[in-house]
T-cell receptor, first 117, second 115 residues
Framework: EAGVAQSPRYKIIEKRQSVAFWCNPISGHATLYWYQQILGQGPKLLIQFQNNGVVDDSQLPKDRFSAERLKGVDSTLKIQPAKLEDSAVYLC???????????????FGAGSRLTVL | AQKVTQAQTEISVVEKEDVTLDCVYETRDTTYYLFWYKQPPSGELVFLIRRNSFDEQNEISGRYSWNFQKSTSSFNFTITASQVVDSAVYFCALSEANYGQNFVFGPGTRLSVLP
């Protein structure tokens, strides 16, 4: 089974520029998460999708961050404009829907490392 | 509130020593899941174990063992006879079944196993 795919792996931008990250979850996984992991900290949830609907975006800085999962499969996370404090690894994770085998285990992608100068 | 605390920021041990990583959680739910994930230097988070709130049976898997105690809200992880390859950051996580299944992670414990 293919894992969670993310791109790009690395991105360096200057502050006030924009950036987009892409995630392709494991096939059939209904729930998709975006986490932000700042160096030395644990992952922090940004947004959670169930199919193409948002379950939780309470910690997403909506003035600059946006995310979508239009067809309930791939997802894109965008930052515009970027700030220095956005430097972090952006992790995508997915899990099957309720009732499916392994429904309560998150599988993570390799992450996209963003450096804002 | 949903919260995970890992009081140990960094631990260093010499190879073959046993080491225990502590995790304390807070939850508002009666049904929840606890996890340990490993993040090696490569950066990808790797799932190690899941426990649900109704299963307090402790488990041993090879060199790994887990101690879940609801009375103290703790879910500790022990590595027996540690190896250099165990060097990584270990995260404890909590997911509440009745509150959207958001996964909350602790701050992590960096384990260094020295040869």
């Amino acid at each position: 089974e293919a894992g969670v795919a993310q791109s790009p792996r690395y991105k360096i931008i200057e502050k006030r520029q924009s950036v987009a990250f892409w995630c392709n979850p494991i096939s059939g996984h209904a729930t998709l998460y975006w986490y932000q992991q700042i160096l030395g900290q644990g992952p922090k949830l940004l947004i959670q999708f169930q199919n193409n609907g948002v379950v939780d975006d309470s910690q997403l800085p909506k003035d600059r961050f946006s995310a979508e999962r239009l067809k309930g499969v791939d997802s894109t996370l965008k930052i515009q404009p970027a700030k220095l404090e956005d430097s972090a690894v952006y992790l995508c994770a997915s899990r099957p829907g309720q009732g499916a085998s392994g429904a309560n285990v998150l599988t993570f992608g390799a992450g996209s490392r963003l450096t804002v100068l | 509130a949903q919260k995970v605390t890992q009081a140990q920021t960094e631990i260093s041990v010499v190879e073959k020593e046993d080491v225990t990583l502590d995790c304390v959680y807070e939850t508002r739910d009666t049904t929840y899941y606890l996890f340990w994930y490993k993040q090696p230097p490569s950066g990808e988070l790797v799932f190690l174990i899941r426990r649900n709130s109704f299963d307090e049976q402790n488990e041993i898997s090879g060199r790994y063992s887990w101690n879940f105690q609801k009375s103290t809200s703790s879910f500790n992880f022990t590595i027996t006879a540690s190896q250099v390859v165990d060097s990584a950051v270990y995260f404890c996580a909590l997911s509440e079944a009745n509150y959207g299944q958001n996964f909350v992670f602790g701050p992590g414990t960096r384990l260094s196993v020295l040869p």
